[in-house]
């Protein structure tokens, strides 16, 4: 059966936390919504939907989500004439990580497109006895802000971009029928509210990358990563490597550490097919 392909894009209504590893004091953030964070989200609120009088399955719609569909990560995006246009990392030879916008290109390096995009807030546990700070917790949280810091002083909305790959005409009804999730960390404090605002089919993966709907998995044909990837020795890419790894939800276990390749890696040897795995990772 076909693959559907649907752009989907998602407003940010409350500030965003994605785990990344810390620096010091501070928790730091990815600019980008992983699949797997996606597809935790997802299974939740599908799960919830099954009935008041019901346990949430999460075990079967999690399963079932693995199988019937793939999705994309999500990444920034800000409204242009009207239409939302993401921005995608790519690493550079002379420069490094920069951040490219969809449509027109316009580049910015990771630290300028950090400081257009990011907010922190304080944060620290609390001694039950005494309420008052414990000794040696005082720290800073990395947040994506629902607004950009425009250099005209203008706000802007952010939004999150990304794509929905769904085999299963039950299941993609089901999914339509979100118009809310919450990602990330501390939704229970109101952080990662997110609102669809958009969903339309299309036949074009970001920044107009092929994509093959008939294929078992479906498959992008691309020059750079745009999510984690497991590359064979052969490939040299330019960009960064770091080490994957957390708790199964589907067989749960701890998931064994796995050292992939960053988004935004290049290829110098061209365009390549990636298949897109259920777990969220890329393959060539």
Known sequence: MAWELVRWVWRLESPLHIGAP??????????????RA??????????RRQGPNR????????????????LSYLF??????????????RYQESVGLVWEREGDHE??????????????????????????????????VELI???????????????????????????????HQIHELFVGGDTRYGLGRLI?????QVSHFFDGYRVNLQASSPVVTTERLLAHAIIASNLSPLGG?????????????????????VPGSCFRNGMLQFQLKDDGLWEP
């Open 241 to 261: 490597m770091e080490c994957l790894a957390g708790w199964d939800m589907i067989r749960g276990r701890p998931k064994r550490g796995e050292l992939v390749w």
């Open 196 to 200: 669809r605002i958009a969903c339309d």
């Open 145 to 175: 802000s629902p607004y950009w810091r425009d250099d005209g002083g203008a706000l802007k909305s952010v939004a999150m971009v990304g794509y929905l790959f769904c085999q299963d005409p039950n299941l993609r009804a089901e999914i």
């Open 76 to 89: 920034p995006a800000e409204p242009v004439n009207r239409e939302w246009r993401a921005w995608l990392p």
């Open 55 to 70: 346990f949430p399955d999460y075990d079967s719609i999690g399963r079932s989500l693995q199988t019937n569909t793939r």
């Open 22 to 35: 810390p620096a010091g004091a501070l928790n730091r953030t990815r600019l980008y919504v992983p699949a």
């Open 38 to 47: 996606l597809w935790g989200a997802l299974t939740a609120e599908l799960a």
């Open 107 to 140: 580049a910015l390096e990771d630290r300028p497109f950090r400081m257009r995009l990011l907010i922190t807030r304080p944060g620290t546990a609390i001694e039950p006895e005494s309420d008052t700070a414990a000794e040696g917790t005082l720290r800073e």
